[in-house]
């Protein structure tokens, strides 16, 4: 049961465009979210996160919206730069897993930007 | 800044032998995380642990066992290896365990079981 679901294993943007990656979560319960960014044998790192109280959440060129209705994320990179193309990790967390911060990753969506 | 350093970064082993991953982290972090990414998924959790002496079971708990006696460190021990546990396997740690999200990873070690 994939309670975070990441659609497209792929995404391709020309340097400069907007990127988008698109997340879907299941359990209404999760109530705070995050993504990460992870390069070729490295370990995935934070990008930026949002909680549900929020709907926008906004740290440079990465932006995150959040569609609690829809149950619904996405990131927004804009402008798109070479150094972008790695894979792209949503992860959802709440209270009721009982604490200890533990997330519940999507499969991820490897994005490439071409020159 | 050395953060979290897992050791080693690649092993082979047979089925049914038993091997142990070292995890340390120098931030002085309460928790600490296994996770294993199979090929094509998101991560999963094993174990956590919220401090010294305390662990707990994450989703994909069987085959393994850890232990945690000082903040520093959390060994993953894998007991009778099997080929399903052909995996890249991650420690993370973080400050806290309400949402500030933020868990930083080691880079991985990558194991696999003939």
């Known amino acids: 049961d994939q309670q975070v679901k990441q659609n497209s294993p792929s995404l391709s943007v020309q340097e400069g465009r907007i990127s988008i990656l698109n997340c879907d979560y299941t359990?209404?319960?999760?109530?705070?979210f995050l993504w990460y960014k992870k390069y070729p044998a490295e370990g995935p790192t934070f990008l930026i996160s949002i909680s549900s109280i929020k709907d926008k959440n906004e740290d440079g060129r990465f932006t995150v919206f959040l569609n609690k209705s829809a149950k619904h994320l996405s990131l927004h990179i804009v402008p798109s730069q070479p150094g972008d193309s790695a894979v792209y990790f949503c992860?959802?967390?709440?209270?009721?897993?009982?604490?200890?911060?533990?997330?519940?990753f999507g499969t991820g969506t490897q994005l490439k930007v071409e020159l | 800044n050395a953060g979290v350093t897992q050791t080693p970064k690649f092993r082979i082993l047979k089925i049914g032998q038993s091997m142990t991953l070292q995890c340390a982290q120098d931030m002085n972090h309460n928790y600490m995380y296994w996770y294993r990414q199979d090929p094509g998924m998101g991560l999963k959790l094993i174990y956590y642990s919220v401090g010294a002496g305390i662990t707990d079971k994450g989703e994909v708990p069987n085959g393994y066992n850890v232990s945690r006696s000082t903040t520093e460190d959390f060994p993953l021990r894998l007991e009778l290896a099997a080929p399903s546990q052909t995996s890249v396997y991650f420690c993370?740690?973080?400050?806290?365990?309400?949402?500030?999200?933020?868990?930083?990873f080691g880079e991985g070690s990558r194991l696999t079981v003939l």
């Open positions: 993370a740690s973080s400050y806290g365990g309400g949402n500030t999200g933020e868990l930083f």
């Open positions: 992860a959802a967390t709440g209270a009721f897993t009982g604490g200890g911060n533990k997330l519940t």
């Open positions: 359990n209404s319960m999760f109530d705070y």
